[in-house]
């Protein structure tokens, strides 16, 4: 059986998300009348079956230290 990589996102891009469509339909939502939004940003994220991460996508952050792991190789094949 195939298992799938873990879904990871960045709990603050669901609240950017959502408050661009309650602006869409007209609504004015503002930050920190109700608290933090974060928290249940990444409480919708987990019910969805989603990791929410500060760093956002896991697979981006793979790419990053894939890509420094090559610049060190090389920066080091250089001395």
């Not at 998300?17 to 940003?41: E, K, M, Q, Y």
């Not at 019910?47 to 793979?62: K, M, N, S």
Request: glycine share 10%; hydrophobic share 35%; no cysteine.
């Amino acid at each position: 059986m195939d298992e799938q990589p873990e879904e990871t996102y960045n709990p603050w891009t669901v609240v950017d998300l959502v408050f661009r469509h309650l602006v869409d339909i007209g609504l004015h939502p503002t930050l920190g009348s109700g608290g933090p939004p974060g928290g249940p940003a990444a409480d919708l994220l987990r019910a969805l079956g989603i990791t929410p991460t500060a760093e956002g996508d896991v697979r981006v952050q793979h790419e990053k230290e894939s890509k420094l792991a090559e610049l060190r190789a090389a920066m080091m094949e250089d001395r």
